[in-house]
């Protein structure tokens, strides 16, 4: 993949002169970046070393798109609708492996069980739901627009989408954990089962709001409150855990927290929301 980039990266030097800087620093930033990747993969390595070569190579990965943007000549144009809506697509990509994943471990469950049980169907329930509030949430932040807007914040924000994507694809492993819980494959706890789905949730709507606030240069607080309630509620699903209700249930209450979220959204949060983008946006007009 990285290899057909450089060609790419390469050919758009030629084609665009006056990117030409711009492109061969993208060129030589992602083979350095290869040939690293290459490398460690054949080197025979202890873990220590492994782990400080996977760190330097991640930063080589990350610099290198910063510094050719910041070269002279003003970097490679860009349409921000569409680099946000190809960033939406993996997020979509992520919580559909989620699902995928959670459904088939529930079908191994319900053959375990000899049937479609209550439990079955309790974290089915959790995970659609957490699935969709989780969709809902990502898409309320106008991120086109405030990158049209912001372009010196795109790479804040592109690179704080992996925290995002994490939590997504943390989410669905949790789940993944849960259903396994139920065919009694997992050595693990329910409580710490219902904590494998929570924490991640939790995570996911800080690194939104987070990674929002960023976009648009300021932060709400009505949206540290709305991130407040749903930590609250979160926590009150693993106290319910702990205290020994079943984890189905509990896996409810977690995906009943992205409703604060969604309800506070509706209400008020919309209105805060369009009125930042307008200050956002006016600052650059």
């Given at each position: 993949m990285?290899?057909a980039?450089v060609s790419q990266?390469?050919?758009a030097?030629?084609q665009?002169?006056?990117r030409?800087v711009s ?5 030589r930033?992602v083979?350095?970046?290869q040939?690293?990747?290459v490398?460690?993969?054949l080197?025979n390595w202890s873990l220590?070393?492994t782990l400080?070569?996977?760190?330097v190579?991640?930063l080589?990965e ?8 910041h070269l002279e000549?003003?970097g490679?144009p860009?349409h921000?609708?569409h680099i946000?809506?190809r960033?939406?697509l993996?997020?979509?990509?992520a919580?559909g492996e989620g699902v995928v994943?959670?459904?088939?471990a529930l ?7 000899g049937?479609?049980t209550?439990?079955?169907l309790?974290?089915g329930?959790a995970?659609?739901a ?9 898409f309320?932040v ?17 690179y704080g989408q ?6 997504i694809?943390a ?5 993944h ?5 139920l065919e009694?494959?997992s050595?693990?706890?329910a409580?710490?089962?219902v ?9 996911f ?6 990674v929002?606030?960023l976009?648009?240069?300021e932060?709400d607080g009505?949206?540290v409150?709305?991130?407040?309630g749903?930590?609250?509620?979160l926590?009150?699903a ?6 020994g209700?079943?984890?189905p249930v509990?896996l ?8 604060v979220p969604?309800?506070?959204?509706e209400t008020?949060?919309?209105r805060?929301m369009?009125e930042a983008t ?8």
């Amino acid at each position: 993949m990285r290899l057909a980039m450089v060609s790419q990266w390469l050919r758009a030097a030629r084609q665009a002169p006056e990117r030409r800087v711009s492109c061969l620093a993208y060129a030589r930033w992602v083979t350095a970046a290869q040939v690293g990747w290459v490398a460690l993969a054949l080197l025979n390595w202890s873990l220590l070393p492994t782990l400080v070569a996977i760190v330097v190579l991640n930063l080589i990965e990350a610099y290198g798109p910063w510094r050719a943007e910041h070269l002279e000549g003003g970097g490679t144009p860009w349409h921000a609708h569409h680099i946000a809506e190809r960033y939406a697509l993996f997020a979509i990509i992520a919580l559909g492996e989620g699902v995928v994943g959670t459904v088939a471990a529930l079908s191994s469950a319900e053959e375990a069980a000899g049937g479609i049980t209550a439990d079955v169907l309790g974290v089915g329930a959790a995970g659609i739901a957490l699935t969709f509030g989780m969709w809902w949430t990502y898409f309320t932040v106008p991120s086109g627009d405030l990158l049209h807007a912001h372009r010196e914040r795109g790479f804040v924000w592109g690179y704080g989408q992996m925290f995002v994507f994490g939590a997504i694809i943390a989410t669905g492993a949790g789940l993944h954990v849960a259903a396994l819980r139920l065919e009694d494959e997992s050595h693990i706890s329910a409580l710490g089962a219902v904590l494998s789905v929570a924490a991640p949730v939790g995570f996911f709507l800080v690194a939104v709001i987070a990674v929002y606030s960023l976009l648009v240069g300021e932060v709400d607080g009505f949206h540290v409150w709305m991130v407040l309630g749903t930590l609250a509620v979160l926590a009150g699903a693993v106290l319910l855990a702990a205290a020994g209700v079943g984890m189905p249930v509990c896996l409810l209450v977690v995906a009943a927290s992205l409703l604060v979220p969604v309800v506070g959204y509706e209400t008020v949060g919309h209105r805060h929301m369009g009125e930042a983008t307008v200050r956002a946006t006016a600052e650059q007009s």
